[in-house]
C-alpha cells in the first residue's frame, strides 16, 4: 500500500532507465520510433554494485546537490537567494528528472512535449515559495501571496480544460454527473461535498488536515490513522459504490499514482482531492498550470538562476562522510570526479539514494522498512499533422480521457496556443500507468520490451478511439520515454496497389476503415462513418452507370440519397440517366473499364489495354501475382 509519506516517491518514479542511441523503425508502418530509457544504465550498474573507478580530480564545494529535478533546482535556487552561493549542481542521469521534457522539429517549427509531469495546480496559500518563483518567472502576474493572485493567460488551461469519453459520445469534465442515473449522481455530490468539507478540515494541532506542503498538513493521530487503511477500504466504508464514481477515483489513482485505489492509501487518495487549496483572481478555483514541455518551463527558470559555473553534468555514484564533511564519487565528462563538500543535498529518487547513500540508516531511513514500490510509467508524444476530426459539439480538449480504458488518455501539447488558429501540427502525449502488473513485472517489461511491443501499448487508446488510418496517416513522429516515453512516427496504412494509384495526387488519401470492420459492410455504414468525423464537408460517392441504375436495390437508400451526392461515370458513351430526388454529377462518355474485367485480364495474365489500370498498379499486381489462380 502507498501510504501518505510514500506516494511522492512512487508517484514520481520511472521505470526502466537507460537510453537507446538512435531511433527504432517499424518496419511495417513506416514509423522511425524514438525510445528514452533515462538512467537504467546507470541504475543497473549501482544495483549490481559494479566497482567504483578512481576519481581523477577533485572539487571543493560548500554545498553538492546531487540531482536536477525540480527539489535539487529549488534547493539551488534557495541557497542563492539566500546569499549562499558556494554550491555545485550534479545533475543526474537525467537533467530535469521527472520534469524534462523535448522537442520535435516539426515542418511548421519546433513543437515541445513534456517526457513527464505536465501540470501544476495553483498553487495554496501555504505554497509561499512555489508563488515566490512563479511570480519571479512572470506566470503570477499580482498579488503573488493574496488569497486570489493574478495568473498569466498563457499558463492558465483555457478550455475545453478536459472531457470524458462514455457511451460512445464526449461529455465534459471527468466525472459524470450529467449523464448517471439519480442515484450515481447523488452519490457524485456527496463526494465532492465530503472532499470540499475535508478540504477546510484542521486538525487539533490548528493545521490544514490535507496540505501543500505536506510538512505543513496536520499530524493529527484521528486523521493519520487513514494511512493504515486503503482508499478502497475507505470508500467502501463510507457506501460510495456507484460505478461512475469508482471509475472515476480509479482513473485518478493511476493518474497521480500509478496505482489502483486498492494500494493506495485512504490518507493518499484524499489528499488528491482536498489539498488542492488555490485560487485565482482570473481562473475558476481548481484551475490548472500548464506549458507545452509541462513542467520543464518551470525547471528551465530555475536553471537559468544557476550559474554554469556551478553546475555539473555526471551522477553520484557514492555518498559517505568523514571527518572532513561529505565525500562525493561522481561522474563527469572528463571522468570520474571526486567532490569534498561541507553539506550534501540528497535530491534523488529514494531508490537511487538508497544505494548511493552509504551510511543512509543513520538519517532514519531503512531502506528494507520505508522503500516505497515504484510505480512504472509509459509516455509517449506523437507529432501529428494537422488534428483527427471531432464532433462539432465535442471539440478536442487540453485533457481526453477514456472512461474504463487502461490507459490515463491523452494531453493535447499545443492546447495553450490554438486560441486564435490551429496550428498546422501539433503534439499529443499519451500517458500510461503500468498498473495491471505488479511493479517488479511491469518494470521487466519495459526493459525487455522492443520497440514495437512499446508502441503498441503507447498507441492503444489513440488507434483504438480515432481508428488506425485516421490516426496514423497524421502522425510523423513519435518519442517514448519510460517511465515517462518518447514516440516519433509517420504512417499511412492502406492498400499497396491504392497507396500506388494515388502516390501522385497530394490531395489524396485513402481509408481502409470499410475493409478493416469485421463482419458485413455497406455504403449506407460507411456514408455514416465519414459524415459524423466530417460534418461540415459535402461527401461525393463515385461510381458507374450499371451500379448507379440499381441503387433502389442498395440497403437503406435513402439514407444514402440524403447524405451523398453521386459522381456517376457514364459506359459505352451514353450518358447514365437521372434519379428524381438524388444529387448527382454525370461524366458521360467512353469509360469502358471495370473492375471486372481489371481483374479478369490479371487473372488471365493479359497485358492492360487502354490505361485500364496506372502502369505502377498493374506493375505491382503482377510481380504480386494477384488474381492468379495458377502458373501459366
Known sequence: MIGRRRFIAAATATAGLA????????????????????????????????????????????VAILGSGIAGLSAAWRLAKEGHDDHLLVSGPEPFGNASGGRFDSPSGPLAFPRGAHYLPLPSLESTPVRELLHELGVIEADPFGPRPRFSESA??????????LDGAWHDGLLPTAHVGADEAAQHRRFLDRMNALAHTRGADGRRVFCVPLVLSSADPAFRRLDGITFSAWLAAEGYSAPSLRTYLDYVCRDEYG??????????????????????????????LTWPDGLAFLARGLAARVPATRQLAGHALAVGEDRHGVSILCTSADGPVHIRARRAICAMPLHVAARVVGNIRDYGFDPAAHLPPQ?????????????????????????????GSRGLGWVVSTHQLIRAARPAHTVFTAYRALADQTPQDARAWLAAASAEALFDVAAEELRGHYGPFEIWRRTLAVASTEPMMKVAAMILLVSTPIRLA?????????????????????????AGHFASIYPDASLYWLMGEDQWASLEKWARPDFLREHL???????NGMAPVPRAGWRHLFLPGEFPGSSTEARRML???ETSKGGLLPPEVEAYAVTQRLYRTSDP
Open 19 to 62: 537510453a537507446l542511441p538512435g531511433c527504432r523503425r517499424l518496419e511495417h508502418l513506416g514509423i522511425p520510433v524514438t525510445v528514452l530509457r533515462p538512467g537504467m544504465e546507470a541504475g543497473h550498474a549501482l544495483r549490481e554494485r559494479a566497482p567504483l573507478p578512481a576519481a581523477r580530480r577533485e572539487i571543493h564545494t560548500g
Open 156 to 165: 492558465l488551461v483555457h478550455a475545453p480544460d478536459e472531457r470524458l469519453y
Open 259 to 288: 496505482a489502483t485505489p486498492d494500494k493506495v492509501s485512504a490518507w493518499a487518495g484524499l489528499h488528491y482531492f482536498a489539498s488542492r487549496g488555490g485560487q485565482a483572481a482570473n481562473a475558476a478555483d481548481g484551475s490548472l
Open 375 to 403: 510505480a512504472p510509467w509509459l509516455v509517449a508524444n506523437f507529432l501529428l499533422e494537422g488534428f483527427p476530426p471531432e464532433p462539432a459539439d465535442a471539440p478536442l480538449a487540453w485533457d481526453n480521457v477514456i472512461a
Open 502 to 526: 494515388t502516390a501522385g495526387y497530394p490531395w489524396a488519401s485513402v481509408t481502409d476503415w470499410e475493409l478493416s470492420r469485421p463482419g458485413p459492410s455497406y455504403s449506407w455504414q460507411t
Open 565 to 571: 451526392t453521386f459522381i456517376v461515370f457514364g459506359r
Open 603 to 605: 487473372a488471365s495474365g
